[in-house]
């Protein structure tokens, strides 16, 4: 669906995709050089694609968070821990039954050892229903911004439902982060992670 979620401009578009998880699953793939990592390998460890066994039900994929430089977020996939994890991140895993969590790093650090893999992010922007205090000063740039400082920008962000059903994945065009956030609660999010912005990183890819 798609939303305008920001009073002040119009033009402001928020695409959302509601991704029922009782029939699919979501997994983790590590890009070939992002997050950069110490000792990371050699390319054919990370060759930074969908692996082939995946294919034949894949339905869609999207983007990850930051690279490394922007914030040093923690990632775990494939039982390997490519950055530790920071506990002021949000963080989003799978566990081991297929459901996905999102939340702070010390509310889910408890379930680590359930976790397939886990992607950290800037602080949540929502978390169990509450928007973060920081959202209130709609020119923040803690969730990112251009080279330039500007901040109504292209986003992206997961969120989950209250009762973990239903995975949200959101891609906006000229949004301050306070109205990514409010826009994906209104969609139904009650947990909200941001994950990349800017134009050429937030990608949502249907496949056939």
């Known amino acids: ?18 991704l029922d998880l009782s029939k699919l699953e979501v997994h983790a793939v590590a890009g070939s050089i992002e997050p950069k990592a110490p000792g990371q390998g050699k390319a054919k460890d990370r060759p930074g694609v969908i692996p082939e066994a995946n294919r034949d039900k894949l339905v869609a994929a999207f983007n ?38 999102i939340g702070s790093w010390p509310a889910l650090q408890v379930e680590a050892e359930t976790f397939g893999w886990w992607r950290q992010t800037p602080a949540c922007m929502v978390e169990t229903g509450t928007l973060h205090a920081g959202l209130a000063n709609s020119k923040t740039k803690n969730w990112g911004a ?8 292209r986003r992206s962000a997961l969120g989950v439902s209250q009762d973990g059903r239903t995975l949200f994945m959101g891609i906006s065009n000229s949004t301050t982060a306070r109205a990514l956030a409010l826009g994906m609660q209104a969609a139904g999010s009650h947990t909200v992670a941001q994950l990349d912005v800017n134009f050429s990183f937030p990608r949502f890819l249907l496949y056939r």
Do not use: Q, Y
């Open 1 to 18: 669906t798609l939303l305008h979620p920001d009073p002040a401009r119009r033009h402001a578009e928020l695409f959302v995709f509601a």
């Open 146 to 153: 251009t080279l330039e400082g500007e901040t109504v920008i």
């Open 64 to 101: 990850g968070g930051f690279k490394a430089e922007h914030g040093h977020f923690g990632m775990m996939v494939n039982g390997k821990e490519l950055l530790p994890p920071k506990a002021t991140s949000c963080t989003i895993a799978a566990r081991d039954d297929g459901s996905i969590a």
